[in-house]
């Protein structure tokens, strides 16, 4: 059988179409986990530690405990019984790592600002609240661990039981010979210090979640705002103790996550025991402050970036050392989390020698985690910094740099020095293009005539090329990179009797619009209307098996394996109609929803009857069941590697330090693209949030481990004001790993824009001597170095 192009089948893949997720979203149609209604639900409020590292001495809840509809107040001593396991890691990245049971009650100490400590549930929220208010907890304060550095050598420890605070050390350093000879032959060497701040997501809908056992018990149905409801029933199972057949965990509509919601959080679990201890439905919505203290933090390393050079400014070695901060406990991949940019510190750079250590360190802060790009902006932003550094050294253009560096098209697949493959590229590509988009040599000659002119209104331009890991996998690796799941996906499609096609995935989306895509994928394979494909989602008793959505991988794992079985589904119906039709399958082609012989256009049987024909089953080849139907479970022989360069053009006020965005361009390779319109939708907020940890961004402590601006009056979340109108382009090279082609671009803009921009800041002072300046580029700091610089002249 051939599959044939005709007026009839159009292709799909490739338009751009409205969403459909979004006429329920912008209608209040959509339902979100905080506003089920569920009768008789009892609401938990949590008593948290005021104090970044103390001892619980004695709680007293009396008084909480009379107070108006108050059902139960309880300690972590009381709950210690329910469960099974501590709260789960899932990538003991060393064998010898270090990872203190972690409970969602604290027991007898403390280790951040906002740590669980008393759980009150009561019949209303006010009431609980209220009750809340009432629980006395008394403490015995002690020193908390909070600078990075200082946690690699300081007395004081961040947990009680432990010798140090490290957590552990892992490296990368396939050849140390060569990377040690590289840097004593190298005529240029760079040697730079960058700090991740600290980022704290602001998902539009905040944490909620709602468990509601069956009424003769035994059975719960957990809705909660998560991206992982597969993942999040395993882990559930482990550590209540509850069968995983018992469980059923349901994804309602979720506002963003951004890899806040992936993880599993001590409030899901509280609400699971308490609803199986009470019998009674539990809920938890958490406030937006008490968010930014008790979801995860994203980011938090301080990185020592070394490049080796010769005199033409061809990299020889990168040598990179890591303090990653865990935070107080490993959540679920906290640890795994510099790992997913251990192999990409080289950038997108043709490099002969690397080598890569990093030491996790626990602090008495809120735990990291996963956060938009885990461990790739990271990456990207130290080595694109420092090629900024080493252009300024050579007195050479950022540009002509990289070009000088980057891996040749010719070269892909190109095996990395730090052992990965990458699929597919074209970086010379991306960048002519960006700098022709940017108009890059008249940018140029704009800054120099305002230099020359002194004038105060500073423009400076940056450049920042990356390329990333997507759609995590194969299994085996990440096997041999001790990460606790696999890298497969999930997907079922079935031809209803009625013609009507049902998608069944293991994805679970917060935004990306799976339902417009995954229908795109299976009608353009079909020859239908994408308004004929239903995809369901996100419930585990509907979609039971899935590795659901986080890196980038929803697109090159998921949407392969909807693609994969809508195949199989094809070749089920061709047996089917060879059959019927009395002819041999090799004589027959599907053109426009029909198989029809070759040559004789006239006899054909549409798709539409062959999947009635599988339902009344009374006239099926020997050997075929009934029903048009097909499941897969997709591992890919490899991951995906989406790449681009990005160009921001600043302006910065000399008697002011502030700065602004006044052009952004990016030019993106994310492979085959099934819908142009919501990639450019991913690349819009992509950027946005690169761009926010450039200029706004940071959650800062204060001295005793209290967070400062833990409420959106004080930590500045970017607006469409703030922001110019994004400059678009693409390239397009199929990665050759599935056969979509596709790579993702989920995580791509956020990857690229943090250096973009602040190559720009620092270009636009560099004739002062500015060579760096710390994220976010606020006013304040920005004015203070070209204070600095002014003085040091």
């Not at 998902?203 to 009424?215: F, Q």
Request: proline share 6%.
């Amino acid at each position: 059988m051939t599959m044939t192009d005709s007026p009839q089948q159009e292709r799909i893949i490739g338009e751009r179409r409205l969403r459909r997720e979004d006429p329920g979203l912008l209608s209040g149609e959509n339902r979100f986990s905080d506003d089920l209604v569920v009768p008789g639900a009892l609401h938990l409020v949590l008593v948290r530690s005021p104090h970044a590292h103390a001892k619980i001495l004695h709680v007293d809840a009396n008084a909480a405990r009379s107070m108006p509809g108050v059902v139960a107040v309880l300690t972590g001593q009381d709950l210690q019984s329910e469960w099974a396991a501590p709260m789960p890691c899932a990538w003991p990245v060393t064998p010898d790592m270090k990872n203190p049971a972690h409970y969602p009650l604290a027991t007898e100490y403390v280790h951040y600002a906002g740590e669980c400590v008393v759980a009150v549930v009561a019949r209303s929220q006010i009431e609980a609240v209220d009750a809340a208010g009432a629980v006395i907890v008394e403490y015995e304060e002690l020193t908390p661990v909070l600078d990075l550095e200082d946690a690699v050598t300081d007395a004081s420890l961040a947990h009680e039981e432990l010798d140090s605070n490290a957590s552990f050390v892992w490296s990368l350093d396939p050849n140390p010979e060569a990377v040690e000879a590289a840097f004593r032959e190298a005529a240029v060497t760079v040697s730079e210090r960058y700090v991740q701040q600290r980022l704290i997501p602001a998902a539009m809908e905040p944490r909620a979640m709602v468990v509601v056992p069956s009424p003769m018990g035994g059975d719960y149905t957990v809705y909660s705002a998560t991206q992982i409801p597969h993942v999040l029933r395993v882990m559930l199972a482990l550590t209540t103790g509850i069968p995983e057949t018992k469980l059923r965990v349901v994804a309602p509509s979720v506002g963003g996550g951004f890899g806040s919601k992936l993880d599993v959080y001590a409030e899901e679990l509280l609400c699971l025991v308490l609803a199986r201890r009470l019998r009674q439905p539990v809920r938890f919505t958490e406030e937006r402050g008490e968010g930014t203290m008790a979801t995860i933090h994203g980011r938090g390393q301080v990185q020592y970036m070394e490049l080796a050079a010769n005199a033409d400014g061809k990299v020889t070695a990168v040598r990179v050392k890591l303090l990653a901060d865990m935070g107080a406990y490993l959540q679920l991949v906290t640890p795994g989390v510099p790992l997913l940019g251990a192999f990409l510190y080289h950038g997108v750079y043709d490099i002969g020698a690397y080598s890569f250590t990093c030491t996790g360190l626990f602090t008495n802060k809120t735990p990291t985690d996963a956060y938009r790009g885990a461990g790739r902006p990271e990456a990207t932003y130290a080595i694109e910094r420092a090629m900024d550094t080493l252009a300024r050294k050579l007195a050479m253009d950022p540009a002509e740099i990289r070009r000088r560096n980057f891996i040749a098209a010719e070269k892909f697949p190109y095996e990395s020095v730090a052992g990965l493959v990458f699929d597919s590229g074209s970086y010379q590509e991306n960048l002519a293009k960006a700098l022709d988009r940017a108009g890059y040599a008249e940018l140029r000659a704009e800054q120099q005539r305002r230099r020359a002119a002194g004038d105060p209104r500073r423009l400076g331009i940056g450049v920042s090329c990356y390329v990333e890991m997507c759609g995590l996998a194969p299994s085996r690796v990440l096997a041999s990179l001790n990460y606790g799941a696999g890298g497969w996906e999930a997907a079922t499609v079935r031809i209803l009797p009625t013609s009507k096609v049902q998608v069944v995935t293991g994805t679970a989306p917060h935004g990306q619009g799976h339902e417009t895509s995954w229908s795109m994928i299976v009608a353009d394979k079909l020859g239908i209307s994408p308004d004929d494909v239903e995809v369901l989602h996100s419930d585990t008793a509907i979609a039971p098996h899935g590795m659901d959505t986080y890196g980038s991988r929803s697109l090159s794992v998921g949407g392969t394996a909807i693609y994969l079985a809508t195949e199989r589904v094809i070749e089920k119906a061709l047996k089917i109609a060879a059959h019927q039709m009395e002819v041999a399958e090799e004589d027959l082609e599907y053109v426009g929803a029909s198989f029809r012989v070759k040559g004789s256009p006239d006899q054909q049987l549409p798709l539409a009857a062959i999947a009635f024909e599988a339902f009344t089953a009374h006239n099926l080849p020997d050997g075929v069941e009934p029903n048009l139907e097909a499941s897969i479970s997709w591992d890919p022989p490899n991951f995906t590697f989406p790449n681009g360069t990005h160009i921001a053009v600043v302006e910065v006020d000399e008697e002011t330090g502030r700065v602004q965005l006044e052009r952004y361009i990016a030019v993106d390779d994310c492979g085959n693209q099934i819908n142009p319109m919501i990639v450019e939708g991913q690349v819009h907020g992509g950027i946005t949030q690169g761009v926010a940890q450039a200029l706004y961004e940071e959650a800062l402590y204060d001295a005793s481990g209290q967070l400062l601006n833990a409420s959106l009056a004080d930590y500045l979340v970017p607006s469409a004001a703030e922001l110019p109108s994004f400059e678009l382009g693409s390239t397009v090279t199929p990665s050759p790993t599935n056969p979509l082609g596709v790579k993702g671009v989920g995580e791509a803009g956020t990857i690229g824009s943090a250096p973009a921009v602040i190559n720009a800041v620092v270009d636009a002072l560099a004739d002062l001597g500015v060579t760096d300046c710390p994220m976010p580029a606020t006013p304040e700091r920005v004015y203070s170095l070209i204070q600095q610089a002014t003085a040091a002249r």
